[in-house]
């Protein structure tokens, strides 16, 4: 899925991977799984999420765990528009709890102080999100 997106059809030679936009493509990424460990606590989250469903159907009814889902919806759609100042979800995080939890990635994972930081393109970003362009809004750099 994630390939259609980084390829741009032609009229000669069928379809090309645009290299200059979107890097080389990575050959381990689609080998190589995610880590065990990573798996094993997706998991974990995922029965947690559906034992904390379960305890809000038993508490506030059947109707809360939709609407609060709906609320989910909309605000996991909420973001700026592609650029300097990058999206922080701070309404996505109220609703899901993980506003409390404070983790590594919070701190050390700042891609802005990487060395491989390239700064974003915002036309193409608004282009992609207004389907003009083809291609990831923010592409990766393998």
């Known amino acids: 899925m994630e390939e259609e997106s980084k390829t741009i059809p032609h009229q000669i030679g069928g ?32 029965v947690e999420e559906a034992m904390k469903r379960q305890c809000k159907v038993n508490l506030y009814g059947a109707a809360f765990p939709p609407k609060e889902e709906l609320d989910r919806q909309i605000l996991s759609r909420f973001q ?10 701070l309404g996505l995080e109220t609703v899901t709890g993980t506003l409390d939890h404070f983790g590594f990635e919070d701190y050390l994972n700042d891609s ?21 362009s083809k291609g990831p809004v923010y592409p990766s750099i393998i």
Do not use: C, Y
Request: net charge neutral.
């Open 80 to 89: 700026r528009p592609p650029g300097v100042i990058p999206s922080s979800m």
């Open 112 to 132: 802005r102080e990487s060395e491989t930081f390239r700064p974003l393109d915002m036309h193409h970003g608004m282009e992609v999100r207004l389907g003009l």
């Open 15 to 46: 379809v090309h991977t645009d290299v200059l936009r979107f890097g080389l493509p990575g050959v381990k990424s689609d080998i190589v799984g995610a880590h065990p460990l990573e798996s094993s606590l997706q998991s974990v989250r995922g």
